[in-house]
């Protein structure tokens, strides 16, 4: 089957710190890779996505790279902002099908 | 435009009650999905409907789950004789046939089993 394994923290952070977030995957065939964002009270948004090996994502300052010989897809920022404090998501899709999420990792950015 | 819209918000049942819950999808949306977000669970998958296709009911953890899509659009998911282990986020979710991969959720349904 399909699994994501992601750190859950919380990870606490000084406004300006570098931030990378670790994701990895098993999957059964070709998967797209996701990074998903909830903000405190707001629902589930795109941060950013990967479909094919060695593509980037980005947005928001946000990076991850689609690592197929690691099985991995690591989520950084270099300058993380209290805005940015929220609970990020890895995810995966074989196919178009219903996603496979990781456990979440709950990020608190102090000024 | 119009994002992915959910109703009722928020819902309180008692056990042993049935419940429904609505997902009204993005406009044009081919694809929608149901998830559930509980703290012991995390997210996790529920159903996918695709065009006229036979839904994918493999998330589904019991059967007094259901879930249908009417007209190709509005879909509605109903929990049978609930349990207070149903207390969760409920999600929806659409993707636009165009695109294969992203999802666009809505603000989810809390349920609370009493």
């Known amino acids: 089957g399909n699994s994501v394994t992601q750190m859950e923290g919380p990870v606490t952070l000084s406004e300006e710190a570098f931030l990378t977030i670790n994701c990895t995957y098993t999957?059964?065939?070709?998967?797209?890779l996701f990074w998903y964002v909830q903000y405190p009270g707001e629902g589930l948004q795109l941060l950013l996505k990967?479909?094919?090996?060695?593509d980037k994502g980005s947005n928001k300052g946000f990076e991850a790279t689609y690592r197929k010989e690691t099985t991995s897809f690591h989520l950084e920022k270099g300058s993380v902002q209290v805005s940015d404090s929220a609970v990020y998501f890895c995810?995966?899709?074989?196919?178009?099908?219903?996603?496979?999420f990781g456990k979440g990792t709950h990020l608190i950015i102090q000024p | 435009g119009a994002g992915v819209s959910q109703s009722p918000s928020n819902k309180v049942t008692e056990k042993g009650k049935d419940v429904e819950l609505r997902c009204d999808p993005i406009?044009?949306?081919?694809?929608l999905y149901w998830y559930r977000q509980s703290l012991g669970q995390g997210l996790e998958f529920l159903i996918y409907?695709?065009?006229?296709?036979?839904?994918?009911k493999s998330g589904l953890p019991s059967d007094r789950f259901s879930a249908e899509r009417t007209g190709g659009s509005v879909s509605t998911l109903t929990i049978q004789r609930t349990q207070q282990e149903d207390s969760a986020v409920y999600l929806c979710?659409?993707?636009?046939?165009?695109?294969?991969?992203?999802?666009?959720f809505g603000p989810g349904t809390r349920l609370t089993v009493l």
């Open positions: 995810a995966l899709s074989v196919d178009a099908d219903g996603l496979t």
């Open positions: 979710a659409s993707r636009p046939f165009s695109s294969t991969d992203t999802q666009y």
């Open positions: 409907f695709q065009g006229n296709s036979a839904p994918d």
């Open positions: 406009s044009g949306h081919t694809a």
């Open positions: 999957a059964t065939g070709y998967p797209s």
């Open positions: 990967a479909t094919k090996a060695d």
